[in-house]
């Protein structure tokens, strides 16, 4: 069995882009002559029953599958070793052309670090002027609700815009407000109110804040009629 490849990358002085030049592979092989040695190898065996019963039988069965299982396993070694061999070119090949693409790479990587830093101090500048914003416009809001619980990542993204997010950011607290307004006009004054507002400003979401308002009274009734069950019943005086 004989096998041949040749790959060549042609360097010049310089060079703007990859010029390379190749002779394709042809591998050749006695495949006919080892089929039919291998067949006469095998005849003996195709088709072959064995009683199972005896333990001398077990033992031959055992000694021609070895026997076959060698035959296949002398080929496929064979057939890995010309693989690799094959493979060798085109595996130097490759790993010069990633070697050499990883230079205009690293340049790339070293500019791509400065815009993602560039655009990191642009969000940080973005988000500082949303608080800002909000600071002036929420309010009593501002010092309940700190401006974390309001921001929207996508608020600072240069496609978003300054305009837009500030609109955004507008809406947002005004819903705020009025569902604050909502709770009070519902729940206000009740003993539970204040889990009420406390759970509307952590979420901002009045249907989790009337939830936790009811859960807060279904509780409270709870540990009354407990308290009630709890207490002793009166004893009569006896009459004088």
């Known amino acids: 069995m ?23 592979a042809v591998i050749e092989a006695n495949f006919d002559a080892l089929e039919a040695h291998v067949r006469r190898l095998v005849a003996d065996y195709e088709g072959a029953t064995y009683d199972m019963g005896k333990d001398e039988n077990v033992k031959a069965a055992k000694r021609d599958r070895a026997y076959l299982n060698g035959i296949a396993k002398e080929i496929d070694e064979r057939r890995k070793a010309v693989s690799r061999e094959y493979t060798k070119p085109l595996a130097a090949f490759e790993d010069r052309c990633k070697a050499v693409a990883g230079i205009a790479k690293q340049a790339a990587d070293g500019i791509k670090a400065q815009l993602d830093e560039a655009e990191e101090e642009r969000q940080l500048r973005a988000y500082a002027k949303l608080r800002e914003h909000y600071e002036e416009f929420a309010g009593l809001l501002a010092p309940v609700v700190p401006y974390e619980r309001f921001h929207e990542k996508q608020w600072t993204n240069k496609t978003f815009g300054e305009v837009k997010a500030f609109k955004a950011l507008e809406a947002k607290v005004e819903r705020l407000a009025q569902d604050w307004e909502t709770l009070k006009a519902q729940f206000q004054g009740e003993p539970f109110y204040d889990e009420a507002e406390r759970e509307l ?8 804040a009337i939830t936790a308002a009811h859960k807060a009274e279904e509780e409270r009734r709870r540990i009354a009629e407990l308290k009630a069950a709890m207490e002793p019943e009166p004893v009569e005086e006896p009459e004088p």
Do not use: M, R
């Open 2 to 24: 004989s096998e041949a490849i040749e790959a060549e990358i042609i360097e010049p002085e310089e060079a703007s882009e990859l010029t390379v030049a190749y002779s394709p």
């Open 201 to 208: 400003f952590a979420t901002l979401d009045l249907g989790a």
